[in-house]
């Protein structure tokens, strides 16, 4: 009895303790699937669009692409080979590396595309080692002539946040900005050798705005918010300033404003500048999210300046990811969400861009400014 009682008593221990398992497991997807509508972030929002209307899958870029703005993303040869087969499967015909370097670290950037010539391009950056001393531009002058012996057809992606030119490596050049005279025989050097400037300024406007629950892109602008508040720090129409100097006093250099010069908010100041300076370009890349909420606006802007818009990435190089921008570019698909690849909580709407503009800005502009080097 006594054994029997405890065999029944342990079974009942069991059984009470597999129950409270399942209450609890039962407990936790509850709290997984009911959602208290208080409490929601807005960095969780994941809505999912229930309007039924037409979503094209846009396997391959509808011509041939050249991707006039990404950076040296795999370290390995495999690496490399695994995305020229991304490249194919995505219709990228050509890609630009931008590696920002000089030096031993950009030699170790070409070695590894060398045996891809066809399917890439290594930019080089700046040297700004000594910039701080009189005459340091003769040496920086002479590691982008090495640079150039080496193979490098273009500059960039030089960038400048406020706090003066910042992305080159491996030395930076803080305090110095574009349009600084100390600047110019690097860029004049560049219109001689037929190098075009790929340079990056500012930021989008929201990234200058408070973090808070007016601002209209709030998750990106607290990721990428730019602190005013440090000494010297210019702010978004400075730098643009410094762009517009550098391309009106170097004529004959050709400047690429990545990400269309971060006026994405704004795009008629970018317009004043194409207006103004026939030498200057503009990639659209990673500013598809910030373009695809006003689709007819940014339509017929990239269509009245078709001739000076290049395609760009600099997303990584996943094939979704491709297939992401030629699906923003290409279709009138409408009310369709990204939020994990451009981090904006609002919906995406195609820009329909006609076919020759496509063309124009899939590969037309770019084989111009490529072959402009080649005629050198
Ligand atoms: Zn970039």
Redesign the pocket.
């Known amino acids: 009895m006594r054994r029997k009682s405890t065999l029944k008593s342990i079974s009942m221990k069991k059984t009470f303790l597999y129950s409270l398992i399942l209450i609890l497991q039962a407990m936790s997807t509850v709290a997984c699937f009911s959602q208290d509508v208080n409490n929601i972030r807005l960095k969780d929002y994941r809505p999912v669009s229930i309007y039924k209307i037409p979503e094209t899958e846009v396997k391959k870029a509808k011509y041939p692409v050249i991707d006039m703005?990404s950076?040296d993303y795999p370290k390995t040869d495999a690496g490399v080979k695994e995305w020229i087969k991304t490249m194919d499967e995505a219709g990228i015909s050509k890609t630009i590396i931008?590696t920002y370097a000089t030096g031993a670290t950009f030699d170790s950037a070409i070695a590894r595309y060398a045996p891809f010539k066809d399917r890439f391009q290594v930019w080089c950056g700046f040297d700004y080692t000594g910039y701080d001393k009189p005459g340091w531009q003769t040496n920086a002058v002479a590691e982008l002539v090495r640079c150039y012996k080496k193979g490098a057809r273009g500059v960039g992606?030089l960038g400048d946040k406020g706090l003066g030119e910042s992305y080159s490596k491996p030395v930076k050049g803080w305090g110095l900005h574009i349009d600084d005279p100390r600047m110019k025989p690097l860029l004049q050097k560049c219109a001689e050798l037929h190098m075009p400037v790929s340079i990056?300024v500012a930021e989008d406007a929201w990234m200058y705005e408070k973090s808070d629950s007016t601002n209209d892109g709030l998750m990106n602008a607290a990721q990428w918010k730019v602190d005013m508040s440090k000494q010297g720090i210019l702010n978004h129409d400075q730098l643009i300033a410094t762009l517009e100097h550098a391309v009106k006093e170097n004529p004959k250099t050709i400047f690429i404003a990545?990400h269309l010069a971060n006026c994405c908010s704004d795009l008629n100041r970018l317009a004043k500048l194409f207006d103004s300076y026939p030498n200057l370009f503009a990639d659209m890349?990673?500013r598809y999210g910030e373009l695809a909420p006003i689709p007819r606006f940014v339509n017929s802007f990239v269509t009245k300046y078709a001739n000076r818009i290049v395609y760009g990435t600099?997303i990584g190089m996943a094939y979704e990811m491709y297939k992401t921008t030629f699906r923003i570019l290409e279709t009138a698909d409408e009310h369709f969400y990204e939020q994990d690849l451009f981090n904006y909580h609002w919906p995406l709407y195609g820009l329909s861009l006609p076919d020759d503009v496509l063309k124009k800005v899939y590969y037309e502009n770019a084989e111009r400014l490529l072959n402009t080097q080649a005629a050198n």
């Open positions: 703005h950076h931008l992606e990056h990545c890349a990673a600099d």
